[in-house]
Nanobody, 114 residues
Framework: QVQLVESGGGLGQAGGSLRLSCVAS????????MAWYRQASGKQRELVAH???????SYADSVKGRFTISRANAKNAVYLQMNSLKPDDTAVYFC????????WGQGTQVTVSS
């Protein structure tokens, strides 16, 4: 019922910035929470940040102070501004939306050079 499409991944330099976008379609007003996860090679999927329909925001300790999650006014898009990138940020980043059924985007690769 909800489709998610991520964009904005690619190559980044240590200390640089990237901005990820996730656009939701379908039953978008049933979404309670949108989130960004990431999964590095050989590691478990990690919750990076989430934002609720009430604009409550939470971040993983590893990205706190560097990443910012936000949503569009129409509430059908969520963004992840990634600043001060580190090589450890290299991962596939997934957008998620919960209704509370959880939907996933296809993922977008972020690679940060050493």
């Amino acid at each position: 019922q909800v489709q998610l499409v991520e964009s904005g991944g690619g190559l980044g330099q240590a200390g640089g910035s990237l901005r990820l976008s996730c656009v939701a379609s379908g039953s978008i007003f049933s979404i309670n929470v949108m989130a960004w996860y990431r999964q590095a090679s050989g590691k478990q999927r990690e919750l990076v940040a989430h934002i609720t329909s009430r604009d409550t925001i939470s971040y993983a300790d590893s990205v706190k102070g560097r990443f910012t999650i936000s949503r569009a006014n129409a509430k059908n898009a969520v963004y992840l501004q990634m600043n001060s990138l580190k090589p450890d940020d290299t991962a596939v980043y997934f957008c998620s939306a919960s209704t509370p059924r959880q939907y996933w985007g296809q993922g977008t690769q972020v690679t940060v050079s050493s």
